[in-house]
């Protein structure tokens, strides 16, 4: 598995997402992607599914510790005291003594920064998490929380895919010394019916999404697919066996927009 390195943190390139993935599928398809080998799960408070992910990553059988396990921490409970009581649940859910990420899902109006950035290096600083970063971060809060933070942030988490133009937010995240981390990156299926991938995908004998997955290796991007169906996690792991040229690097990139993006409303975007 190719790893992606930053700030200390070694970051399995392909994860599975877990957004919208609930109960027994959820527990499921973890254990089943942990068989198959993947060694990065992504949760979140707000996925109300850290119970079920512990529960599959246990049934696994695969060591805790040779998993990057990710989890986030919603903007109610931005205030310092609440990140820490907030992600002490996580763990309690979890059944884990800490998790490799915590990340603070999403920008928040109400509680300064500064003040957050504290609660998440002291979680951090006492060992509840390995490493801290963000998500859903535009350029301007991302150099702002690189600044304030007194540990390293390791990534900022976005939407990414071909049809979502992303390049103000790599750059910056490739200049600060962040991964950039995609959620969505096959467009919630759409890029399954694409004409420009599909054409692309079969002079590599691979599917569309395959192709849309190594487009974001190639650019050292991690990328965490949800699935609940077991050949989907096949083939979203098999992506590090063929390469892109630099020409059908370009026309890809070339496929995005500021308007592609899927996730509506809340944040002031690039
Ligand atoms: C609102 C959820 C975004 C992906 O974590």
Redesign the pocket.
Known sequence: MHIIEAGGARIPAIGL?T?ELRGRTCARIVEQALRLGYRHI?T?Q??DNEREVGEGLRASGVPRDDVFVTT?VWPTHFAPNDLIRSLKESLVKLRMTDVDLVLL??PSTRVPLNETLEGLAHAKQTGLTRHIGI??FNVTLMREAVSLSAEPLVCN?V?YHPYLDQAKVLDACNSLGLVTVA??PIAKGRVKDDRTLARIASLHRKTAAQVCLRWLVQQNVAAIPRTSKLERLQENLAVFDFALSDDEMTTISAMGSSKGRL?AG?ADWD
Do not use: F, R
Request: proline share 0%.
């Open positions: 997402g957004w992504d979140a707000m996925y986030k899902h999403w998500s859903n988490q939407e959620y969505s996730l809340g």
